[in-house]
Each structure stands twice: as structure tokens, then as C-alpha cells.
């Protein structure tokens, strides 16, 4: 338990802060150094092209989920901030290209069209074209409008062009000397910027899962039924005791030979990790998921991960509540596991007693520690509103005294936020994460 200094989670923030400011304050003494260009559009075109490049690496790095933020900060955050810099990144982009097309057609005093046909020309100017282009297409894809009517799959499919975006706008940026090379500084700046970031996807998005699972050789030890439609997945492998997962976290599991490549979801784990095996439970719905149920004892399986920032890092106070809702049981199933305090409350929302899975377990570590267990069962509409701001605060007084870990439906978490909040508990207090990779 953490019992002095700055919360995980605002320490990571200011860092990722720091990081940022520095790294802008660089690319305007770059920018200011760097000149003139050939007049005033094509000068503002210079200052909006310098920041594109800038909020790309920041994408690489907010998507690289290097592990000392991850596990801080959590990945539902960061990619939220992935999201807005996103947009921002495209509206960016779009003012830089029209900038310089609009520059050099006031230089050359031609059309805009004839202008645009001519950069067209240019190799540098076309890798920065076609990069803008992919840009365009990652975030029409990403308007939650049209998001909503794309599979997952298909949506990360169209989202993989933003890594073809950003080798195309580097290329446009090594080619283009009144940025990458306008001085020995800029040179250097630039390199270590583009090589930290690339490095930095590369390791820990691709050389560290392969290296884990060529060293743990994970496989399914065995499949159980905990109820009509939910399973619990066991996966053993070599030298477990050595992988860096903590209660809370989750993996992207693919279980190749039964699932297409391109399946892969994200499931917490359902018990604290102890050094022997993993344990995924999920809910059987649809193609995917369903093939969970039959999937053979030694079929190989394929983990990313773990990542998250629902853990007991977080802990800072003596009592702790945790809240769950349907499938989200299965990360405060497994912290309740790791959970060493003497003063817990559990509060169990489900829509009827058939939902409450994994209930027995539950069950069983709270009464082997002396904990509070609550269960609700029923839906708001016919009473039972166990996340009225009055009603927690009879049911668990010191609320605001605790660390208060919660996980659910979107609808409920945002409900317990926003009773946690006029219950005046400090938001340092508050541990939420949305599992979502979209």
C-alpha cells in the first residue's frame, strides 16, 4: 500500500506533461530558427507541418503502451488521448497541405488545382500527400457515427494505415530540408524523436509479446462452464512465476488454429496470477466468443500483454470497496484475491441471480476474511438502485475514506462515478478502467 507521495496516476500524467511541454517548446525554438519560407502562407504551412510531425510521435507513444505508463495511467486513458490527438493530428495535417498548396500557388501565381498537380509531382510533397490521405481515412473510420456500424476488426484493419502514415509523412519529413535539416540541432532533434518513438512501438508492441510467448509457450491447461453462457479459460506455461502480471490486468488472448488471427479480445483475469497458470472468464456470445467453449486441452494460445491500471498499486488507504457489474467481476474478482486489507466492502450488481457469476468465489474469500459482501439483483426500474449517492452512503459511511475500485457496464460505472463524486470522494481515491481497444 502506497502511503506517501504522489499517486501512480498523477505521477505518470505530469511525466507524459513534462514531456510534452519540453518537446513543444523545442519544435518553436526550432521553428523560429529554422526562417522564413518562400513568403508568409508557405511560412505558416513550415509551423503547421513541424507540429503534425510532433502530435504523430505522440500517437506512436500513446499506442506503444510502454509499461510504466500502462500500468499508471491504464490503456482506456491513453487511448482516449490517442483519440483526440487524432483529430487533431487530421485537422493539423489538412491545414499544412492546404497551406502549402495555397503557398505555392500565390509564389507561382497559378490555380490551385494546377498547383496541386505539379506538388503532385514532387516525391516529397506526394509521400506527404498520400500520408495526409491514410490520416483522412484512419479518422472518417473513427467518427463515432460510422465507428458504431464497423466491426472491430474491420476498424483496426483501416486503423493499421496510420502506421503506413506515419513511415510516408517520416520519408516526406527526411526529403523536406527546410524542417529535417535546417539545422545540425533540428538534424539531431528530429532523428532522436522519430527513432525513440518507432523504437519504442516496435519493442514493446511487437519484440516483447513475441519474445514472451516464444519463452512462456502458453497453452490451454483446461476449459470450465461456470454457467450457462460464461467460461473460464486456464492457460498454463514455462516460467509463469516470471511474468510481470499483477491482479486487475488483462491480456488480448488469441487462441490461433480455433479463432481466425484477426479475432483477438481483451479479457481481464478472472484470478490473481500465481505464477502457474492464467485464467480468462468471458461471456459466450457471438462466433468468437463461443468457440471458448470447446477449445481443446494443449491448443496453443497467443497473450499480449498484461496491461492495465486497475491494480492495488493504487492503494492508499486503510479500507478499500470494490463494485462490480456483470462481466467486470472478473478484475475485482482477481484483486480481491491479491487484496491483504482487513476492511473491505464488496458491493455485486447483477440483473437476477443467474448473472452472478463467479458469486461462489467470491463468496469464499470474503468470509475466509472477514469482508462485507452485498449483492443486488433486480433492475433499476423496479427499485433496486443500489448506486443512489443516499443509499451508498448509509450502506458504507466511511465511503469516503477508502479506495474505491469499480468496474461494469458503462452504464453503471458512470453511475458509481458520479454518486462517488457527491459523495465528495477524492478522485485520487476513484480506480475505474473501460476495457475497450476501440
Known amino acids: 500500500m502506497r502511503r506517501a507521495g504522489l499517486p501512480p496516476a498523477v505521477l505518470a500524467q ?14 518553436e525554438a526550432l521553428f523560429l530558427t529554422a526562417g522564413a519560407g518562400k513568403n508568409s502562407i508557405l511560412t505558416v504551412a513550415k509551423f503547421f ?13 500513446l499506442v506503444a503502451r510502454l509499461p510504466w505508463l500502462d500500468n499508471r495511467i491504464g490503456m482506456d486513458r491513453m487511448t482516449v488521448w490517442h483519440r483526440w490527438v487524432g483529430f487533431t493530428l487530421l485537422w493539423t495535417v489538412l491545414l499544412h497541405g492546404s497551406l502549402v498548396v495555397l503557398g505555392y500557388a500565390a509564389l507561382g501565381d497559378a490555380t490551385v488545382s494546377k498547383t496541386f498537380m505539379a506538388l503532385a509531382g514532387v516525391p516529397a510533397s506526394l509521400l506527404g500527400m498520400l500520408a ?3 490520416v483522412v481515412v484512419a479518422a472518417a473510420t473513427s467518427a463515432r457515427r460510422l465507428r ?6 474491420t476498424w483496426h484493419r483501416v486503423h493499421l494505415l496510420l502506421y503506413g502514415s506515419l513511415g510516408l509523412a517520416f520519408f516526406h519529413q527526411l526529403m523536406e530540408p527546410s524542417a529535417f535539416h535546417s539545422s545540425t540541432a533540428a538534424h539531431v532533434y528530429w532523428w532522436l524523436l522519430w527513432t525513440a518513438s518507432f523504437g519504442s512501438l516496435i519493442v514493446w508492441r ?3 509479446p513475441l519474445y514472451r510467448n516464444l519463452y512462456h509457450r502458453y497453452e ?15 492457460v498454463t506455461g514455462r516460467h509463469l512465476d ?34 502457474r497458470s492464467l485464467r480468462l472468464s468471458a461471456r459466450v456470445v457471438g462466433d468468437t466468443t463461443a468457440g471458448l467453449r470447446n477449445l481443446p486441452v494443449g491448443t496453443r494460445a497467443v497473450l499480449e500483454g498484461p496491461y492495465g491500471a486497475l491494480t492495488l498499486m493504487h492503494r492508499s488507504q486503510p479500507g478499500a470497496l470494490y463494485i462490480a457489474g456483470g462481466m467486470g467481476v472478473t478484475p475485482i474478482r482477481s484483486l480481491l484475491e491479491a487484496e491483504t486489507g482487513t476492511d473491505v466492502t464488496v458491493i455485486y450488481r447483477v440483473r437476477g441471480p443467474e448473472d452472478a457469476v463467479l458469486l461462489h468465489e467470491i463468496r469464499a474469500l470474503v468470509a475466509a476474511r472477514g469482508w462485507r459482501l452485498h449483492v443486488f439483483a433486480g433492475r433499476s426500474q423496479d427499485g433496486v438502485r443500489p448506486f443512489d449517492p443516499a443509499q451508498m452512503g448509509a ?4 465511503i469516503a475514506s477508502r479506495d474505491v475500485y469499480v468496474c461494469g457496464p458503462p452504464a453503471m460505472t458512470s453511475a458509481v462515478l458520479a454518486a462517488l463524486r457527491a459523495l465528495d470522494v477524492p478522485g485520487r481515491q476513484v480506480h475505474a478502467e473501460k476495457f475497450a481497444l476501440g
Open 14 to 27: 505530469m511525466v507524459l506533461g513534462v514531456f510534452l511541454v519540453g518537446n513543444l517548446v523545442v519544435v
Open 49 to 61: 507541418g513541424m507540429h503534425a510531425a510532433l502530435l504523430m510521435l505522440l500517437q506512436l507513444l
Open 132 to 134: 495526409a490521405a491514410l
Open 148 to 153: 458504431r456500424r464497423l466491426k472491430y476488426e
Open 206 to 208: 511487437l519484440l516483447v
Open 220 to 234: 490451454v491447461a483446461g476449459v470450465t462452464h461456470e454457467s450457462h453462457d460464461v467460461v473460464s479459460v486456464y
Open 242 to 275: 516470471r511474468l510481470p502480471a499483477r491482479a486487475g490486468q488483462f491480456f488480448i488472448w488469441r487462441f490461433p488454429g480455433h479463432h481466425p488471427w484477426g479475432w483477438a479480445n481483451p479479457f481481464s483475469l478472472s484470478a490473481a496470477p500465481d505464477g
Open 395 to 398: 450502506g458504507v459511511p466511511d
